[in-house]
């Protein structure tokens, strides 16, 4: 089985559904990441960040952001691009 992308696959970086869902996988991380690097200058936040992001959750929106670009660039047999305005 061979998959197919959607045409003008290299642009797609501007589709707002490509980027909601690469911004879903990588802020909570990088969230974790600024909280634990800030936790001494503001001890209020990190701890927050820290309790309502565990490991788990970072890592199941890590992988549901790439799994939902990924099938937002294959190919659906069977459906047409549109071809202009009405």
Do not use: H
Request: aromatic letters at 10%; proline letters at 9%.
């Amino acid at each position: 089985m061979k998959i197919k992308l959607i045409e003008d696959w290299k642009a797609s970086w501007r589709l707002y559904t490509v980027q909601f869902w690469a911004a879903l996988a990588v802020i909570p991380q990088a969230l974790y990441q600024l909280a634990l690097v800030l936790g001494d200058v503001l001890p209020g936040l990190s701890s927050v960040v820290v309790d309502y992001l565990p490991p788990e959750l970072r890592a199941v929106l890590a992988v549901a952001g790439a799994v939902s670009v990924f099938l937002r660039l294959r190919a659906q047999p069977g459906i047409k691009p549109p071809t202009g305005a009405p």
